[in-house]
């Protein structure tokens, strides 16, 4: 078979693969980190790359304009290796610079009434010797001990491995021990026992383990502190933006296990990164509470998702087991524990249980509704009386998919757009604040928004072409507006936003408003009555809330009811890490949330299609738009 050198720009990384490998394989084989937010069909455009010198056989595909391929450009997942080849990729995904959310680091968290008491114990015990007046068994003596400290004798558990050192560590170390247990409402798990007193030394990470991101945060079991948070983007973008791009992935010849894998990883280099940094060994964390969607949760233990998206839509578990790190590969102590916050339905998932156990929603008087926007839109309505949850599928458009020019949050992105409305001439703020490299969420709403207050777009979200004004163009028969030219962005390409990227936000918003409306629809209610809307999540905090209501991605309500919560996922991980009581909460949750099926109910779809306009059809209900629009309009 021969092997072709590719050198890929500007990383400047090489690797050899065989002739006819697919090129976006060969680039992430080099560790480089590329947009394919399709999971490699062909459809997302993100994958392109420049193909400076070599053999090659692509197809041609409507992502790229003629001038694009005539400048050598392709997508590398419709790209096969023919010889050594050397790339250039325009749009590198920077995850050293991304904007993601890591939650409220370095602080201890008010708890309310609940107290710092992880669910896993380290109990320091001075056993007495045996002696032939007390010839107790080793590990009858242990129990006795534990049961004085006020564990009950019934509920005590071990496994084999702990009685196989027990006779050992206890006389090397004089009877001096400390038992590493996790309990419960009806067991007390026996994980680990070590020599003298090791009980001040406990770690425990919380987890968000979200499509995009993945957040780790280190804290001392003692204290309840969080010594550090680190974060990165989550490995299995390669394989996909979404969930169901995922899904579909994990069903290819190892696919789940390769999912699996780099989600591991990802966690693996996070664990890395905090625990040396602090010098900690990470033989001492020995608890993990991690948070995620369903199919992320499901992912990470390494269950096949593949039901998830067959009718009727039913998870394998919403409530998991505790098992062992060791057996999902995650490098902390091999007796840790891993709980995983349970989740609701197929596609509402711990992050919202969590997300709602950090809010308190569940405990307080005023109707709320907490939302959380990303490839899918998770929507919970309720208060302290009556919970129900709800998601609808957005599609990759805010995190930056399916929009030509769009990239995620990172170094480089356009964030934030204003445009005048006399000279239709741009400003934009760009991550980092170097020469722009493509548009991500924040900024295709702000965008969006801004080209229908300046009379660009038209309230169907088609651009007005005979504006005579230079930006304003038909590129390859797709309208487009330019808010960056070539010159002074970072590609040397335009930077665009085109009639097709707005078809697919204002289908995104659209399905998002739609959810919104079902589920009060459902429970006979409307916006006028939801005293608060947090939005949780990473579009969420860099959100322009005035744009996303005039795009109609939110309800025209007050603004002082809107509230940013962040990262509320990683920091219900961490309260269900250092609480066991509040543990127990988050599964009452979860228990009483009712689920909803939007796409089943005869309202949605209504919504939606009065949804696909901007900012919707019925502009009674936005208000503060009205006006404006209606003098565009007249
Ligand atoms: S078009 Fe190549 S990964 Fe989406």
Request: with cysteine; hydrophobic share 40%.
């Amino acid at each position: 078979m021969t092997n072709c050198k590719i050198t890929i720009l500007p990383a400047n990384k090489r690797v050899t693969v065989p002739k006819g490998t697919v090129l976006l394989q060969a680039i992430q084989q080099a560790g480089v980190h590329i947009e394919s937010a399709c999971g490699g069909q062909g459809v997302c455009g993100q994958c392109r790359v420049k193909i400076e010198e070599g053999r090659y056989n692509t197809e041609t595909t409507t992502q790229l304009s003629g001038q694009e391929c005539a400048q050598g450009m392709c997508l590398a997942c419709l790209t096969l290796v023919e010889g050594d080849l050397t790339v250039s990729i325009p749009r590198l995904a920077d995850w050293e610079k991304a904007q993601i959310l890591e939650g409220e680091g370095g602080v201890t968290l008010e708890l309310g009434h609940w107290q710092i008491n992880p669910a896993l114990k380290k109990v320091h015990l001075k056993l007495p010797p045996p002696s032939l007046d007390d010839n107790l068994s080793d590990y009858e003596r242990l129990r006795r001990e534990l049961h004085r400290r006020g564990f009950p004798d019934r509920h005590l558990h071990c496994e084999l491995p702990f009685l196989q050192k027990l006779g050992q560590v206890a006389r090397q170390h004089h009877w001096e021990v400390t038992v590493t247990l996790i309990q419960s409402d009806t067991v007390v798990d026996l994980i680990e026992i070590e020599g003298g007193d090791v009980s001040q030394h406990r770690f425990g990470l919380a987890i968000d383990v979200g499509t995009t991101s993945v957040v780790v945060h280190l804290v001392d079991l003692v204290t309840g502190k969080t010594i550090d948070v680190a974060s990165s983007y989550n490995a299995q973008a390669a394989c996909g933006d979404d969930v169901i791009t995922r899904i579909i992935y994990s069903q290819k010849a190892d696919g789940l296990i390769r999912l699996q894998k780099l989600v591991i990883d990802t966690i693996n280099r996070l664990i890395e990164e905090v625990s040396s940094k602090h010098r900690i060994d990470f033989q001492r964390i020995d608890s993990i509470v991690a948070a995620g969607n369903t199919t992320m949760t499901q992912l990470l233990l390494g269950i096949d998702p593949r039901y998830l998206r067959q009718d009727p839509y039913i998870p394998t578990a919403n409530s998991f087991p505790m098992i062992r790190a060791a057996e999902v590969g995650l490098r902390v102590n091999s007796h840790a524990s891993i709980y995983c916050m349970p989740c609701v339905s197929s596609y509402v998932g711990g992050d919202i249980t969590a997300g709602v156990l950090r809010s308190e929603i569940y405990k307080q008087e005023p109707l709320t509704m907490f939302i959380d926007i990303g490839t899918n839109g998770e929507i919970v309505l309720g208060n302290k009386d009556w919970l129900v949850a709800a998601s609808c599928s957005a599609g990759p458009a805010f995190e930056g998919g399916g929009v030509k020019c769009g990239m995620r949050a990172t170094s480089g992105a356009i964030e934030q757009v204003r445009i005048d409305a006399a000279t239709f001439e741009p400003t934009v703020r760009v991550i980092g604040q170097g020469k722009p490299v493509g548009i991500c969420g924040s900024g295709i709403i702000d965008g969006l928004a801004q080209m229908l207050m300046a009379g660009i777009i038209n309230r169907k979200g088609k651009i007005y072409t005979d504006l005579g004004h230079e930006r304003i163009r038909v590129a390859d028969g797709i309208p487009e507006y330019v808010l960056i030219w070539a010159k002074d962005s970072a590609t040397e390409t335009d930077i665009v936003l085109n009639e097709v990227d707005i078809d697919n936000v204002m289908r995104a918003k659209g399905a998002i408003y739609a959810g919104f409306r079902t589920l009060l629809i459902e429970v006979g209610l409307n916006f006028d009555v939801v005293e608060r809307f947090l939005i949780a999540g990473g579009l969420g905090n860099f959100l322009n809330i005035e744009s996303a209501v005039a795009i109609g991605l939110l309800p025209d309500i007050p603004q002082e009811r809107f509230k940013y919560i962040g990262n509320s996922s990683v920091i219900g991980a961490y309260l269900a890490l250092v609480s066991a009581e509040l543990r127990e909460e988050s599964e009452r949750i979860a228990n009483s949330m009712t689920n909803m099926e939007l796409s089943v109910s005869p309202a949605f779809m209504e919504e939606y299609l009065s949804a696909l306009f901007l900012p919707h059809t019925d502009l009674s209900a936005f208000p503060s738009m009205r006006e404006k629009l209606e003098q565009e309009y007249s």
